[in-house]
């Protein structure tokens, strides 16, 4: 595949992932807004700046393979059914072999790929824990979580900033790396600050 084929079929997959965000978020901005806090979190983490780029670019797209679950699975308003978690699941797995096909983004296949599995090995698809899951994938898990229970979703409302820290707090060493979930806590804030800056006319 040539350069210029390369970068029209990655634009292609930016847009079907603009398009995969409108239908499970009202802002449509959901993988974008997990790339920034991926790529900020692993600054923290004293990652060198290729590698934060390429976990900016595995979190732009790692719901793609998203395209591949039936839109009513996607939008749908109450609990999953067995059937539709299988094909919900299959999502990562499929993600990563699109991301695969182009060869300046095969880099981000891993992260990608293995971004659902959880640090106490309760996740999918190969139930990996701890230091076995792909660092990456251990940042975009904890942001990917933050940005949803932050966001309104068809099935729920979403929780406000510090409720979602909360959360993240609760489940380090269970569903999220102890040593992400701090660094990510750090960029939130920090975050959350800045905006409360702005927003304040006294400032």
Known sequence: ??????????????????????????TGKHSAQVAY???STARVLNQ????????FWAAMLHDVGKIGVPENVLTKAGPLSDYEWTMMRLHPILGANIVKSTKVLDTIAPVIFYHQEKYDGSG????????????????????DAYEAMTSHRVYRLALNPEE??????HNRGTHFDPQVVE?????????????????NPSQ
Do not use: C
Not at 128 to 141: E, M, Q, T, V, W
Not at 164 to 169: T, V
């Open 183 to 199: 660094a990510f806590l750090h960029v939130a804030e920090e975050q959350h600050s800045e905006s409360a800056v702005r927003l």
């Open 124 to 143: 999918y698809p190969f139930g990996l824990k701890g230091d076995d899951i792909p660092f990456g994938s251990r940042i975009l898990a904890v942001a």
């Open 164 to 169: 979602a820290r909360q959360e993240l707090y």
């Open 1 to 26: 595949m040539d350069i210029a084929v390369q970068e029209v079929w990655i634009q292609f997959l930016i847009n079907l992932t603009r398009y995969i965000d409108t239908q499970v978020s009202f």
């Open 48 to 55: 060198d700046e290729e590698t934060a780029h390429t976990f």
């Open 37 to 39: 806090w991926v790529r």
